[in-house]
C-alpha cells in the first residue's frame, strides 16, 4: 500500500492499519510493560550484584519508553490519509474513524451480538455514550436475521455509532489527560530535545497509569476488529509451538507468563538466581 492510488476507504484499509499498525505496536507495548515488570520483580537480587544494576535499570528506562511510543502510536489523533499530496498514509486511530464514518456501506457488522456484550462490559467501566440506544439498535438488528450479501440502513448507523463511541471514549477527561501528558513526552523527551522540557514540571507517568488506555485499547480491538472483521487478534498470547527451549502444556501461552520465565532462566544462567 505504498501508493496512493492503491489507497481505499474500505475494510481492507481498516485491515492494514489493525494488522499493521495498532496490533504490532500493542504486542510491542505489552512486551516491554512484561520485561520491565519481570526486572523489577526481581530487584532486590540484582541489587546485590551492583556491576549489573546499570545495565538492567537502562534497560526498564528503554521499555517504559518503547510503552508511552507505542500507545501513542495506536492512540494518536494525526492522521495523514489518502490525500493524493502525501506519499504516505498514518495508521492512527483517526484513520479507523475515518473509514467507518466516511464509508459505513462498505463495511460489514459480522458478530453484532458479540459487540452488544462488548459494549455491555465497557459500559461498566466507564460510560458509552447514546448506550442503551445503540443496544435496541443492536437488538433490532440481530432480530432482522441478517443478510451479509445486502447491507441495510441500520447496519450503516451502527457502524456510524460505533464511531461516535470509540471518539468519544477519547475525549473522556480521564484519556484525554493521559494522552496529553504521554504526547508531551514523546514530543519534548523522545522525539526531540526541547530545551524547555524539565522533567520536574512534567506530571509523572507511571505503569499503573496506563491501565485506563491498556483497557481502551481492549475494548477498541473487540469492537472494531472482532464485531466488524470477526478477527480475533491474540495479542496477549503467543503460540507455544513458536517457543524454543520451553515445554508448554497449552497450545497458547501467555505473553506476559512466556517473558516472565524466559528472564528467570537469564537469571539463572547469569547465577543471580540458584537453580532448580
Given at each position: 500500500?505504498?501508493?496512493?492510488?492503491?489507497?481505499?476507504?474500505?475494510?481492507?484499509?481498516?485491515?492494514?492499519?489493525?494488522?499493521?499498525?495498532?496490533?504490532?505496536?500493542?504486542?510491542?507495548?505489552?512486551?516491554?510493560?512484561?520485561?520491565?515488570?519481570?526486572?523489577?520483580?526481581?530487584?532486590?537480587?540484582?541489587?546485590?550484584?551492583?556491576?549489573?544494576?546499570?545495565?538492567f535499570a537502562t534497560?526498564?528506562?528503554?521499555?517504559?519508553?518503547?510503552?508511552?511510543?507505542?500507545?501513542?502510536?495506536?492512540?494518536?489523533?494525526?492522521?495523514?490519509?489518502?490525500?493524493?499530496?502525501?506519499?504516505?498514509?498514518?495508521r492512527s486511530i483517526?484513520?479507523?474513524?475515518?473509514?467507518?464514518?466516511?464509508?459505513?456501506?462498505?463495511?460489514?457488522?459480522?458478530?453484532?451480538?458479540?459487540?452488544?456484550?462488548?459494549?455491555?462490559?465497557?459500559?461498566?467501566?466507564?460510560?458509552?455514550?447514546?448506550?442503551?440506544?445503540?443496544?435496541?439498535?443492536?437488538?433490532?438488528?440481530?432480530?432482522?436475521?441478517?443478510?451479509?450479501?445486502?447491507?441495510?440502513?441500520?447496519?450503516?448507523?451502527?457502524?456510524?455509532?460505533?464511531?461516535?463511541?470509540?471518539?468519544?471514549?477519547?475525549?473522556?477527561?480521564?484519556?484525554?489527560?493521559?494522552?496529553?501528558?504521554?504526547?508531551?513526552?514523546?514530543?519534548?523527551?523522545?522525539?526531540?530535545?526541547?530545551?524547555?522540557?524539565?522533567?520536574?514540571?512534567?506530571?509523572?507517568?507511571?505503569?499503573?497509569?496506563?491501565?485506563?488506555?491498556?483497557?481502551?485499547?481492549?475494548?477498541?480491538?473487540?469492537?472494531?476488529?472482532?464485531?466488524?472483521?470477526?478477527?480475533?487478534?491474540?495479542?496477549?498470547?503467543?503460540?507455544?509451538?513458536?517457543?524454543?527451549?520451553?515445554?508448554?502444556?497449552?497450545?497458547?501461552?501467555?505473553?506476559?507468563?512466556?517473558?516472565?520465565?524466559?528472564?528467570?532462566?537469564?537469571?539463572?544462567?547469569?547465577?543471580?538466581?540458584?537453580?532448580?
Open positions: 500500500m505504498s501508493g496512493n492510488s492503491n489507497r481505499i476507504l474500505d475494510e481492507n484499509l481498516l485491515e492494514d492499519i489493525l494488522s499493521k499498525g495498532f496490533f504490532r505496536d500493542i504486542q510491542e507495548y505489552l512486551e516491554a510493560k512484561f520485561l520491565l515488570l519481570a526486572i523489577d520483580k526481581y530487584k532486590s537480587e540484582l541489587e546485590k550484584k551492583s556491576y549489573y544494576k546499570i545495565i534497560l526498564q528506562n528503554r521499555c517504559f519508553d518503547t510503552m508511552l511510543l507505542s500507545m501513542a502510536r495506536i492512540l494518536d489523533k494525526q492522521w495523514v490519509g489518502i490525500d493524493k499530496s502525501k506519499e504516505h498514509f498514518t483517526t484513520g479507523v474513524l475515518e473509514i467507518l464514518r466516511k464509508c459505513p456501506e462498505k463495511i460489514r457488522l459480522r458478530e453484532a451480538s458479540f459487540a452488544a456484550k462488548v459494549l455491555t462490559e465497557r459500559h461498566s467501566i466507564v460510560p458509552v455514550a447514546n448506550f442503551d440506544k445503540i443496544q435496541q439498535q443492536l437488538l433490532a438488528y440481530i432480530k432482522s436475521d441478517p443478510n451479509l450479501e445486502e447491507h441495510s440502513d441500520l447496519e450503516c448507523q451502527l457502524i456510524l455509532d460505533f464511531a461516535d463511541v470509540i471518539d468519544g471514549q477519547m475525549k473522556s477527561n480521564e484519556i484525554s489527560d493521559i494522552l496529553k501528558n504521554i504526547k508531551r513526552h514523546r514530543d519534548k523527551r523522545l522525539a526531540h530535545n526541547e530545551a524547555e522540557f524539565d522533567p520536574i514540571n512534567f506530571p509523572i507517568i507511571e505503569i499503573k497509569g496506563l491501565k485506563p488506555l491498556e483497557e481502551l485499547v481492549k475494548f477498541f480491538f473487540d469492537l472494531i476488529a472482532v464485531s466488524i472483521l470477526s478477527h480475533e487478534y491474540r495479542y496477549e498470547e503467543v503460540l507455544a509451538a513458536d517457543i524454543q527451549g520451553f515445554e508448554y502444556d497449552n497450545l497458547l501461552i501467555s505473553r506476559e507468563e512466556l517473558i516472565q520465565k524466559q528472564f528467570e532462566q537469564l537469571m539463572i544462567d547469569m547465577g543471580i538466581l540458584p537453580h532448580n
